[in-house]
């Protein structure tokens, strides 16, 4: 059996395509907010990939970045407290690449559970 990935993709992308009109139907929005820490050209390709794809479904994507020299935790925190009382972002997620004890999953402990997006 061979599998066609590109239809499956296709066919993803229009599900969740319907998915989000359903939602903005009801007059909510649907936005995803990202916040890169520190700088690393993977992390870089991996948020302007999430921006087309969110942007390709109908997905609002926003990309808050903090490059260094670093800030100090405080105010990554108040990016994220800001976030999660936004009411038009409805998804955050952080990827850090700085140092070992500022990790994603510090950073993504921080957001709302309705807000966390494992994308």
Not at 69 to 93: F, K
């Amino acid at each position: 059996m061979i599998i066609d990935g590109s239809a499956l993709a296709a066919k993803a992308n229009q599900d969740v395509q319907q998915r989000v009109g359903a939602v903005r139907s009801d007059g909510r929005n649907v936005a995803l907010s990202a916040i890169l820490v520190g700088f690393d050209t993977g992390g870089e390709v991996y948020a302007q990939r999430q921006g087309e794809a969110c942007r390709a479904v109908g997905i609002d994507y926003s990309l808050a970045k903090f490059a260094p020299p670093m800030p100090p935790w405080p105010r990554w925190a108040q990016a994220i407290h800001s976030l999660n009382n936004d009411a038009a972002v409805t998804a955050s997620c952080c990827t850090c690449r700085c140092r070992p004890t500022w990790t994603p999953p510090r950073c993504n402990t921080r957001f709302i559970p309705s807000k966390t997006s494992r994308a």
